[in-house]
């Protein structure tokens, strides 16, 4: 364990009066330490030559004036902030005072703890300290003092010496009141049936002095949670006891650990850890199996390593071996990780319960405060792991039926694939501060939002059809108008033909995440649009009346992700568990769950459903699983994990055979194609070198790439069928949005220009002349093609004549 440490500077004939008069506090502090178990080496103490003592002499004066007084019964003073922050923490029981020395942070160290001093005599030296510093203070020192701005020794703490020498000696001598008390053993005991038990037998005291109410600030006090004890841990018929272990900080990596283990556990990944906390030793390894082995112990050292390494002998290795072969250390084999994450969270609720009880200002401290929204955490992700509450659809043979007499008749269109096309320029449009995500062709107008208003174009001509004043919001554009949720809460229904307000209906806002949502039309169902509302809930509401037809509650709403399938809605939520709703009712039809998080959206194709467990937001975490499920009944007809080294990107891609796996990782964009009978892997490979966008068309992936390549893979055997490298401009140039948009047999693909290309063999068919960046594209059924800029501008390109052969 780390102690403190004073260093001298030697360059100098006489050490400066400060210095020394500080020495002289600390060496009576410390006098007698270095025979305490733990062994403390002076040569440890953590105040450098060049660290000012007149502030530090300032502050232990005024804090042990507060508790020679009795306003306090527990006061900090932070002895240097380089190279480590140390604090010296003072504690008054009685007439005497307890000194701990110590240093922050997730593991904190503790060099001395509670060493008992008589109050008034530690007074007394700190003010002879005070009385030889200012009769070693010269008068050049003095008005050089004066004009100097650096707290740390300049005027200010010239100032505030006298100051707190005045006020240590009116408290003197201490006051008849006693804060403080006595420790004693208080036990720390889970409650419920727990697989593993977790006790603990902490020395607390009461605290007298506390202020019975709750302060209004809450401040982190780790000296008020430095308290020893001895803890039990019992697995099966084993139990082990840590004796004289600082329990708190033990706790909180023992938390720490058991959070990270359970998400390692999730996500099939091994894990393993090893550190010394609050005197013992705490380590876990958990392997990819899913096995966990816990390690206890106690760094049994006896004496400081020799200086000399030799003098261990040959063989010997470190000077520190000695000390590690005096450890002693338990392993529990074979743990269950929930079983473990379950024994940790009652006890640390134990835990803060009992140092609440004893202590009422703990309620405001936020070491504790964050220990508990810690083990919070563990106890909701415990929860989410171990819930298995998956729910199969025993009769999905109606909603089978549905989606097969909905499903549009398949069509080859190919009109526009086969020959070139030609575009000339038709009108351009101005619009300040233009919202990309609220701008939409719905017939034969453009509806253009902005940060204080709505404008509808004329398609054809250009000309504005009307507008009105409306601030920015949420939009997505229905069948029967344009809705906007507002930020609070407020959804909106504009007409198409006059932007005039249809109806108002006031949800819930959403806060801390995305607002999101679906809308459902369709032959057979009601016109309906399905909305996040609040933290975690779903909102049916009616297109044409308003009303809120159904709400669904989600154990967790950070994003949304919908996918409609038939007469269902597939739901993922972040939380791990796929939940299909019937659209009419809201009623859960069927749930599928894993340990991992459904972050992503779905792909639906006829019978087949296809979902990706686990978050693609870290490349190299690995962890990410996809599933083949029956979209009516909830079954999974099979599931495989995906490669550690990518991370996967948006909806799966489903071809005849294949379903592709979009993945980003170090070397790029790449593509994993799996069988879709088997989940066999078929390739793995890296389309390109930078972030892209991926669109299947028939058995081509078609990878859109922001460094100007467009690249087309066969999706049977990822074999690259070509490659197409254009002219890029700077990195401004690029547009917000690089998804290809297909039309008619033909691709629209948005580079620094908007290039139409033929899918299946990457044929070049032509360009659209224009000066702006395609931020927003949109084709409409002619091949007419709109182009929004986000600087405001607005362009639209008519497709002109083509020839074809008449046979």
């Not at 009108?427 to 107008?445: E, H, K, M, N």
């Not at 108008?481 to 407020?490: F, K």
């Not at 990195?731 to 580079?751: H, M």
């Not at 091949?783 to 501008?793: I, K, P, Q, R």
Request: include cysteine; charge should be neutral; proline fraction near 7%.
């Amino acid at each position: 364990m780390p102690g403190l440490s004073l260093v001298a500077d030697n360059t100098r004939c006489s050490p400066e009066p400060e210095r020394t008069s500080l020495r002289d506090v600390l060496d009576f502090v410390l006098e007698g330490a270095r025979n305490a178990p733990p062994p403390l080496d002076e040569a440890a103490l953590p105040l450098r030559a060049e660290a000012e003592a007149l502030p530090l002499l300032c502050d232990l004066a005024e804090a042990a004036a507060e508790l020679a007084s009795g306003r306090r019964a527990r006061a900090v003073v932070r002895l240097c902030l380089e190279p480590d922050p140390w604090e010296l923490g003072l504690e008054r029981v009685g007439r005497e005072l307890l000194v701990t020395v110590f240093q922050g942070g997730d593991v904190p160290e503790v060099a001395l703890h509670e060493r008992r001093f008589e109050g008034e005599a530690l007074c007394a030296r700190v003010l002879a300290a005070i009385d030889r510093f200012a009769a070693h203070r010269s008068p050049s020192a003095r008005r050089d003092a004066a004009f100097s701005d650096n707290d740390t020794g300049g005027g200010l703490g010239e100032h505030r010496l006298p100051a707190a020498r005045r006020c240590l000696a009116a408290a003197l001598p201490f006051s008849p009141d006693e804060p403080g008390g006595e420790p004693a053993i208080v036990g720390v005991e889970p409650t419920g049936e727990i697989p593993i038990a977790i006790a603990a037998e902490a020395l607390l005291r009461t605290s007298q002095g506390a202020a019975l109410t709750q302060p209004a600030v809450l401040r982190a006090d780790l000296f008020s949670l430095l308290f020893r004890g001895k803890i039990r841990v019992l697995v099966g018929e084993e139990a082990r006891e840590l004796p004289d272990v600082f329990i708190f900080p033990f706790a909180e990596q023992l938390a720490s650990l058991s959070l990270e283990s359970l998400d390692a556990w999730a996500r099939r990944q091994p894990y393993h850890r090893r550190l010394t906390v609050g005197g013992a030793i705490l380590g876990v390894r958990l392997h990819s199996e899913g096995a966990l082995s816990l390690t206890l112990g106690v760094p049994r050292v006896g004496r400081v390593p020799p200086a000399d390494p030799r003098a261990l002998g040959p063989g010997r290795g470190s000077p520190f071996a000695a000390a590690e072969e005096r450890a002693q250390t338990w392993t529990f084999p074979a743990v269950d990780v929930a079983a473990l994450a379950q024994g940790v969270v009652a006890f640390g609720r134990a835990l803060a319960r009992s140092l609440v009880r004893r202590d009422r200002a703990q309620a405001s401290n936020l070491r504790l405060f964050e220990f508990r929204a810690r083990v919070r955490e563990l106890a909701e992700r415990l929860r989410e792991l171990t819930r298995n509450d998956a729910k199969i659809n025993v009769a999905p043979e109606t909603y089978r039926a549905f989606a097969a007499a909905a499903r549009p008749q398949a069509t080859a269109e190919d009109t526009f694939g086969r020959t070139r096309l030609r575009f000339t320029a038709r009108w351009v449009a101005a619009i300040p501060s233009v919202d990309l995500r609220a701008t939409f062709l719905c017939g034969d107008v453009l509806v253009v939002g902005s940060t204080r208003e709505l404008t509808c174009i004329d398609r054809r001509t250009g000309e504005c059809l009307w507008r009105k004043q409306a601030p920015r919001a949420v939009s997505v554009m229905t069948p029967v108008g344009l809705g906007r949720l507002l930020p609070d809460g407020t959804l909106q229904l504009h007409e198409l033909s006059t932007g005039e307000v249809a109806w108002s209906t006031r949800l819930s806002p959403r806060v801390g995440a995305n607002a999101s949502g679906a809308v459902v039309s369709a032959p057979g169902l009601p016109r309906m649009l399905i909305v996040s509302e609040g933290t975690r809930h779903l909102a049916a509401v009616d297109l044409y009346s308003g009303e809120v037809r159904w709400r669904y509650a989600a154990r967790r709403g950070e994003n949304f992700r919908l996918r409609r399938a038939g007469k269902l809605v597939v739901v993922g939520s972040g939380e791990p568990a796929l939940a299909a709703l019937d659209v009419l009712s809201g009623e859960v039809v069927w749930r599928f769950c894993d340990r991992l998080p459904f972050a992503s959206p779905v792909a639906v194709d006829h019978d087949a459903l296809f979902a990706l467990a686990g978050d693609g937001a870290f490349v190299g975490r690995g962890g990410a699983r996809l599933h083949h499920l029956d979209p009516w009944s909830g079954e999974a007809r099979w599931t495989v994990d995906l490669p550690k080294h990518v991370a996967p990107v948006g909806a799966p891609l489903l071809g005849p055979e294949t379903v592709c796996v979009v993945t980003h990782g170090r070397r790029g964009t790449g593509l994993v194609g799996l069988d879709r009978r088997t989940g066999a892997t078929r390739f793995d490979l890296t389309a390109c070198a930078a972030t892209a966008s991926c669109l299947m068309v028939d058995d081509v992936v078609v990878v859109n790439s922001e460094a100007g390549e467009i690249v087309g893979v066969g999706a049977h055997d990822g074999a690259v069928r070509y490659r197409h490298v254009l002219a890029g401009g700077v990195e401004g140039d690029r547009p917000r949005r690089l998804e290809p948009v297909l039309r008619s047999g033909a691709l629209f693909v948005p580079q620094s220009e908007v290039h139409v290309v033929r899918p299946r063999d990457g044929a070049l068919l032509g360009k659209v002349p224009t000066d702006l960046i395609p931020d927003l594209l949109r084709v409409d059924e002619r091949c007419d093609v709109y182009v929004a800029e986000e600087s405001g501008h607005l362009a639209a390109f008519a497709a002109a004549p083509r020839l074809s052969l008449v046979q």
